[in-house]
């Protein structure tokens, strides 16, 4: 029994090494990932084709976003349409599409 606990904690380190090799990866593509917590990465990362569920962890990545206005058609996300500060104020962006991949288009 000790045996196959040990082994299964060899096997548990392997995959959290993995799971932290991949995470540093994300965040050498997009540095404000740096900010973010494993857990809250790992819940943009895995909602990249949702943009709605990126929106609340935006306050950690950029200084005063936050929140952003969706150009929403349907069930789906087409591009950003702006960036809105916690005072209210509005700055527009001109043809942001949503891509695949969420550290491209944040």
Not at 26 to 54: C, G, H, T, Y
Not at 87 to 94: A, C, F, H, L, S
Request: hydrophobic share 40%; with cysteine.
């Amino acid at each position: 029994m000790i045996t196959k606990f040990r082994s299964s904690n060899e096997t548990l380190d392997k995959v959290q090494k993995a799971l932290d090799d991949y995470l540093e990866t994300k965040r050498k593509e997009f540095a404000r990932f740096f900010f973010l917590s494993n857990d809250e990465l790992l819940e943009i990362l895995s909602q990249s084709k949702n943009p709605l569920m990126v929106e609340p962890h935006l306050r950690k990545c950029f200084e005063n976003i936050n929140k952003l206005e969706f150009d929403i058609s349907g069930e789906h996300v087409a591009g950003i349409l702006g960036m809105k500060s916690a005072e209210g104020e509005v700055v527009p962006i001109k043809n942001l599409a949503i891509s695949k991949t969420v550290e491209y288009w944040l």
